[in-house]
């Protein structure tokens, strides 16, 4: 008698156990949308701050080229974009009597809008010209 009551109780416990597991697993599926959406979005945040790092980092490479001689006149625009990455934005120049047609803008992305700007000019062979850097927060 004792040993059926036993077996009673271990197939009680087995069967309440693979219930509490099945309700669990309920409970996870109908909120796996929501779950997903999550990760989604955790995995975009990454992928957006390892883009920003990335610019970040290209930016101080040509600030501190630029700060030790390294950036040479007549270096040619892909090489620079090979180099430095691509630029915010490029525009041609609003009259050629200074020598260049385009002039192509950096910005540091970590700075926010009142940022330092390195802007880069080039000349008719999309050759480096010239080179400022305005503080815009000033």
Known sequence: MEMAKN??????V????????SMSGCVYLTHIKETM????????????QAALDKEEKLYNKLKADMDSGRLKKLTKKRALISHYG???FCKPAESQKDGFKESCIYRNPAGGLLTEVIQLDLDGQDRLYSWQVWDSSK
């Open 7 to 12: 077996k009673v109780f271990r197939a009680s």
């Open 86 to 88: 691509e630029p915010v």
């Open 14 to 21: 087995f069967v309440l156990s693979l219930i509490m597991i």
């Open 37 to 48: 959406f999550l990760k989604n979005m955790e995995d975009n945040q990454k992928q957006m």
